[in-house]
């Protein structure tokens, strides 16, 4: 454990982040939760070693200044491919290099990476070995509690002993078995059953590891109760859908004040990037489809909806769409609903 102890970070920088989720958490989503929480630890999508080697990597990788705390999270299951994409993802800036062990998709089980990697624990201790060389940045892994029929006592604790002996920094586990035969990826997020207990039980076998829980955990409060029993916590598809919940978490995860009072404040906040991003060529519905959910319980949510919907999409649209989508809000969203 020798190992562990001295590359281990602190449980508190773990504390709460915002889940890596393909097609959502792209650097526009990643600049608008940074409006709304200094704190959190923020996540790319996931990416591939092939992209990365050998894509373009200003489009995959670049990234605001203002994202950081910001991680890169990788698919893959070559040691020496992973420790490439891993140098150079700390190359661009990223603060910490996390490889995915449970994305249950059909395309990442054909390329040998993500949840079926969980069938080959010293695979992906070696893995984790050839990153933990390449860079000095910390390197993580989010993992499932199992896949098919795999005793979840057993798998778990296996994986995780092999990252950690090969200097994993941290582990994310998603409450959750993965079924990648006879279930799709959307039911793998809803139908196997969530089991927090066993993330518990393996944060009391390793003490000395940051441990990390994700998996169906609705919102800030909810995260709270989680952090009794173990290191960090990550939201997904509620800090996505439900952006307006993480102006709280500041506040009561951090002890610290909010970055804006309003969802209000935090999109004019945003409206310098826009620009930028408008600028450049982007499309601004490109930006503001994460900005659905933005409102909640408040007279005019639907209406700003439906406005950036039906407005955001056509060709040349900019600012002042999303400024009278806002001016459609009548009143100041609340932090978190009770």
């Known amino acids: 454990m020798g190992r562990t102890e001295v590359n281990a970070l ?7 982040s915002v889940a890596p989720m393909m097609d959502w958490t792209d650097r526009h989503c990643r600049v608008f939760h940074r409006q709304l929480t200094r704190r959190a630890l923020l996540y790319t999508e996931m990416l591939t070693t092939g992209a990365i080697i ?27 491919e992973l420790a490439l994409a891993a140098r150079i ?15 249950p998709s059909d395309r990442v089980r054909d390329g040998r990476f993500g949840a079926c990697l969980m069938a080959e624990p010293e695979l992906v201790a ?3 070995d050839a990153m933990k060389r390449a860079v000095a940045v910390p390197v993580t892994v989010k993992c499932r509690i199992g896949i098919d029929d795999q005793d979840p006592e057993v798998a778990l604790d296996t994986l995780a002993r092999a990252v950690v002996a090969s200097g994993s920094d941290a582990l994310i586990v998603h409450a959750r ?14 139908i196997p059953p969530l089991d927090y207990d066993r993330v518990y039980r393996l944060k009391r ?3 000395g590891v940051p441990v990390i829980i994700n998996g169906g955990i609705p919102g800030i409060d909810d995260a709270k109760a989680h952090l009794a029993h173990v290191d960090g916590v990550m939201l997904g598809r509620a800090a996505y859908q439900e952006p307006w919940r993480l102006l709280s978490v500041d506040t009561d995860i951090f002890g610290e004040a909010a970055p804006h009072a309003s969802m209000q404040d935090a999109l004019e906040a945003m409206m310098p990037y826009i620009e930028q991003q408008l600028a450049r060529g982007t499309r601004l519905h490109v930006i503001t489809r994460h900005f659905v959910g933005a409102f909640h319980a408040v007279p005019g949510a639907r209406a700003f909806r439906r406005h950036l919907a039906e407005q ?11 400024r009278e989508a806002i001016a459609r809000i009548g009143a100041p969203a609340p932090a978190e609903a009770a």
């Not at 602190?10 to 709460?16: I, T, V």
């Not at 078995?177 to 809803?190: C, F, I, M, T």
Request: aromatic share 8%.
């Open 10 to 16: 602190k449980s508190h920088d773990y504390r709460f």
């Open 54 to 80: 050998h894509g373009d990597r200003e489009r995959l990788l670049g990234f605001d200044a203002c994202e950081h705390p910001v991680a890169l999270q990788l698919g893959g299951s070559d040691p020496h």
């Open 89 to 103: 993802g700390e190359a661009f800036g990223y603060d910490e290099i996390n490889l995915n062990v449970g994305c």
């Open 126 to 128: 070696r893995c984790v």
């Open 177 to 190: 078995k993965a079924w990648l035969n006879g279930l799709s990826p959307k039911e793998n997020r809803d």
């Open 205 to 207: 076998a390793m003490p």
């Open 312 to 322: 955001g999409v056509k060709p040349g649209a900019g600012l002042e769409v999303l």
